[in-house]
């Protein structure tokens, strides 16, 4: 019976290393994938922002035809008329 008693020390230190091992797998696991995750963002991201350069790019392109194209009104309103009438006066 004293055999026992001694015996159960090793296993009692063997199970809190299987246990401490399988949270410290789990704890891999979630952090590995979120990391994953955040990759595969990034470089959505990423592409995303390339497109968003290629608008742009096309668009400038577009006023610049259009503004070659169209001579300015002498009738536009300019900036301050417009403040003007958003100031009410005393």
Sequence with gaps: ???LAANAGPVISYGIFLLALIVALMLWF???RASV???E???LLTSLLEEQKKQNALLRRMIEAQNG???P???APSEN???IRLI???
């Design 81 to 83: 008329d417009g403040l």
């Design 30 to 32: 979630y952090v590995n």
């Design 69 to 71: 194209a169209d001579e």
């Design 41 to 43: 963002q990034v470089a």
């Design 73 to 75: 009104s002498p009738e």
């Design 1 to 3: 019976m004293n055999e």
């Design 37 to 39: 995750r955040a990759n």
């Design 88 to 90: 009410p006066e005393r």
